[in-house]
């Protein structure tokens, strides 16, 4: 167990909707990074937050956006869903959010688009 | 041409068997190089980390990174069926910059 949460384990929904997912990070990491993984892309980073605050942005569609909270978590949400939405995204937390710095994977939410 | 390549695999290899597992990249900035395990229905696990170039050694693992080849390897010695899942190299060109994933390489030791 890595100490990050993630809810909810599965989402299915359809097309055109919206939908929220949750990450809490390990106790004490200040960074949380959000990822998408699919069967064709593999790992893609989308972003990162540090201490509330956009750190890093990588191919994170405009349909998505991500806030962390005063607690520091933080959420990704997706609107506008496509087929090609559906995937595993993880969240991973670290202490600093420095290159450096191991990266703490939860366990993935499945999101599944009909 | 993606930045990081990975043979996708599955790698199929008897228990006990030396694993060469190995990464290709495109991208000459990149000196901070992770290899990443991932179980089934689970999150990525970093294995192993390894700065510019050089060998490393952590038990059974070794990572080895050749920067002049843009090429990076890890290898499992003595692997057992719990060796059995995903790994995924990861790489990145700065000290804060975030990281990019190979698309990982799919591992099956038999018993």
């Known amino acids: 167990d890595s100490g990050v949460t993630q809810t909810p384990k599965h989402l299915i929904t359809a097309t055109g909707q919206r939908v929220t997912l949750r990450c809490s990070p390990r106790s004490g990491d200040l960074s949380v990074y959000w990822y998408q993984q699919s069967l064709d892309q593999g790992l893609q980073f989308l972003i990162q937050?540090?201490?509330?605050?956009?750190?890093a942005k990588g191919n994170i569609l405009e349909r998505f956006s991500a806030q962390q909270f005063p607690d520091l978590h933080s959420e990704l949400n997706l609107s506008s869903l496509e087929l090609g939405d559906s995937a595993l995204y993880f969240c991973a937390s670290s202490t600093s959010g420095r290159a450096v710095d191991e990266q703490f994977f939860g366990p993935g939410t499945r999101l599944t688009v009909l | 041409q993606k930045e990081v390549e990975q043979d996708p695999g599955p790698l199929s290899v008897p228990e006990g068997a030396i694993v060469s597992l190995n990464c290709t990249y495109s991208?000459?900035?990149?000196?901070?190089f992770m290899w990443y395990r991932q179980y089934s229905r689970k999150g990525p696990e970093l294995l192993m980390y390894t700065y510019s170039s050089g060998n490393k050694e952590d038990g059974r693992f070794t990572a080895q990174v050749d920067k002049s080849s843009k090429y990076i390897s890890l290898f499992i010695r003595d692997s057992q069926p719990s060796d059995s899942a995903t790994y995924l190299c990861a790489m990145s060109a700065n000290y804060g910059q975030n990281f990019v994933f190979g698309p990982g390489t799919r591992l099956s030791v038999l018993p």
């Open positions: 937050y540090y201490n509330g605050e956009e750190r």
């Open positions: 991208n000459s900035a990149f000196q901070y």
